[in-house]
């Protein structure tokens, strides 16, 4: 599917709808972290009503850490969640998303790397996710073939985003603001305030 941001006005209509919000949006980088040319750091100095996972090692493809990362974060949601994730921090994400059905509301998968490279393609979700997501792929991706992309969109059941060649979707690539992307998470949080049943609860760790 192809989208393209349309008008400010469009842009401004999905800045207001993501600040008026039932849902809290929780930033997952990838290896290395965002820098502040990134969108998702353009985001969450927009929003700084955001959560952002912190990593002791950035540089460690370790999924449990960033899965450890992920959980710590929603344990300090009073709401329902929105993972807004890039790369590795995607492949982590679609896993906290099967396993807190319950507490997270839908997820932006934005360039995910290729599981494969880290022994996780047997690990992750192997079957829908139970909420809404948002899978953005590049054709020209040096981290993940677009068909693979596209297959793993199949089996989540989210809806892909084809950005044509968008290299891994990161400021080196020329992604920065982002307002396009946006857009995509303004419909994503549509979706996810539509989905049903009733709305996810609240994250509490269990002893």
Known sequence: MSHAIKSAAQYHDAAEALFNTPFQFIVVPGLHDSGPAHW????HDRFPGWLRITQIDWNRPDIDSWLAAIEKALALCRQPAILVAHSF???????????????IAGALLVAPADPAKFGLADVLPQSMLP???TLIGSRNDPWLRYEWAATWAQRWGSEL???GTAGHVNADSG????????VLLATLHARAERSVPG????FALTT
């Open 175 to 182: 992604y920065g603001p982002w307002p396009e992307g946006l």
């Open 199 to 202: 709305r996810p609860r609240p």
């Open 89 to 103: 921090g995607a492949l982590a994400s679609t896993l906290i998303a099967a396993r807190h059905p319950d507490t």
């Open 161 to 163: 985003v084809d950005l």
């Open 131 to 133: 909420m809404p997501t």
């Open 40 to 43: 998702q750091s353009a985001w």
